[in-house]
């Protein structure tokens, strides 16, 4: 019986319809993009089957911009679109990270059904200690670009 609501599920996970990106396709490539996206003072993370939480990302796919693949994979994790701006960050691990802003028709958190993800959340600066963090390096530069509200301004 558990056979046909697994396939129920895949079906549905297929179902939601990716919206197309926002910014032009042409340029810098990158093996994977993300969001640095905040709101009222807190940052958007997202929080894996394994406890650990992150920002929004993941890998591009073959031809894809690193803003479409920051745009997709967030959009993929919180439900949220998102329009990716500057460039913040190219971590070591060649991770892109983008300063993403919530604009008119960006949605509410509600990820698709893809099993990415248990949880998306925004996290105060405060509450960084509270929970591990996929890529613990980075907690800190976050946390300081979370303060440092003259490169990121808080959208309200």
Not at 8 to 31: D, F, I, M, N, W
Not at 89 to 111: K, M, S, W
Request: aromatic letters at 10%.
């Amino acid at each position: 019986m558990r056979l046909p609501f697994v396939f129920l599920l895949a079906l549905a996970a297929c179902s939601a319809r990716e919206p197309a990106c926002p910014v032009a396709a042409a340029g810098e490539v990158a093996a994977s993009a993300g969001c640095f996206a905040v709101s009222r003072g807190e940052l958007l993370v997202v929080q894996g089957f394994n406890d650990k939480i992150s920002l929004p990302g993941g890998s591009s796919e073959a031809g894809e911009s690193a803003r479409c693949t920051a745009f997709r994979e967030t959009w993929e994790e919180t439900g949220l679109r998102l329009q990716p701006g500057a460039l913040l960050q190219v971590f070591d691990t060649g991770f892109h990270l983008y300063r993403c802003d919530r604009e008119t028709g960006a949605g509410e958190i509600n990820p698709p059904l893809r099993f990415e993800v248990q949880d998306v959340f925004y996290l105060g600066a405060d509450r960084f200690e509270d929970y591990e963090w996929r890529f613990e390096e980075q907690r800190d530069l976050l946390r300081t670009m979370l303060l440092n509200q003259v490169l990121v301004p808080d959208d309200g």
